[in-house]
């Protein structure tokens, strides 16, 4: 009797860890590419347990299995040697909690400046001695504190619009970038390594081959792209040319989008065309499967305007001018939901069109 019981229990036990894995399998199975977004909580936004939670079953709903994180430096390390992990660390543990693959990008530049260094780091240039040493310690920290819980591992972010104001910098960051390659594959091969360019930046400012010398000494290819924000006046319709463009100058490099999207209400954007993008960015994923390591759209919630405003002023845009409404339509309307988690079309044609059917 007693054996029958315990074969019984282990059964149970079998199926629950059958089951389990089989279901894990659909979640990651189900999308035609890999897809991610960066994890915002819906709302103000309520920087909670139950806010982030919420906002990963929702991802999962749409079949992401990637979040994207983005931190500066200097957030963590503060002071040269004093590690603050806070900021990172229930992501990076709530990442893993979730099954999601975590893809983190170290914005040693952010768009258009410099990112947070320590503060008591004296920068003095890329090829600097001083600063490569300092940042392989903090490399080698962050692998330390999250071993093998980052798949990816990003130096960002868009890095090529620092670049192209500051172009005598470009040879030495690319030099460095390549140095703290070499650090992260000799504590874990298995990272996948690369730099984050602007795609659609590179084309503004006809600076295509700075952008593929710098994007093109990482493992894959990373980019972001933006279709309405390329000053050829292009349109959703061009969606799979644009694409198709950017594949010819990585021929033997897979593919990473970190932030693409297409606004309900910037200057370029309404709802229709939110869905129209949705559905030719679909079209670029099932034609291109073999050449895609995964697709994030930027955004799952319209973001607040309080937190709107704060990121453009974090960029220098003066939110005063037209063009700086401009932007705050643009970016305020990126989600795929509402700000109040309210459902666009765009979310229902995100999971008609991105999902297996």
Known sequence: ???????????????????????????????????????????????????????????????????????????????????DWSFINYRILKTKQQKFKCALIIEIIRTNKLGLFPQDLD??????????????????????????????????????????????????????????????????????????GAYHIARNYNEIGLLKNI???????????????????LNVEDTEKYFNEMFKLFPDKRIAITETGWSSNGPKGSEDKQVEYIKRLSDVARKNGDRIEFISWVLLYDISEKLNKQIAESFNINIETVDGENFLKWQGSLGLLKNNGDEKPAWNAWKKYMLKS
């Open 1 to 83: 009797m007693l054996k029958r019981v315990i074969f019984i229990v282990l059964g149970s036990i079998l199926v629950i860890f059958s089951l389990a894995y089989i279901y894990q399998r659909k979640v990651e199975m189900k999308s035609i590419v890999p897809l991610g977004t960066r994890i915002f909580p819906k709302g103000e936004p309520e920087w909670n347990d139950k806010g982030f939670t919420e906002a990963f079953k929702k991802a999962r709903e749409g079949g992401m299995s990637i979040a994207i994180w983005g931190v500066q430096w200097g957030r963590v390390e503060p002071f040269i040697g004093k590690y």
């Open 123 to 196: 920068f003095k240039g890329f090829d600097d001695s001083s600063f490569l040493h300092t940042f392989k310690l903090f490399i080698r920290e962050l692998l330390k504190q999250y071993p093998k819980q980052i798949q990816y591992l990003f130096i960002g972010n868009e890095v090529n619009c620092y670049l192209h104001i500051h172009p005598e910098q470009a040879e030495s960051f690319r030099n460095f970038c390549r140095e703290i390659f070499s650090e992260i594959k000799s504590i874990d091969s298995e990272i996948k390594v690369g730099v984050v």
């Open 215 to 233: 994007v093109g000494i990482g493992d894959i290819a990373v980019l972001t792209i933006y279709i309405e924000e390329d000053h050829a006046n």
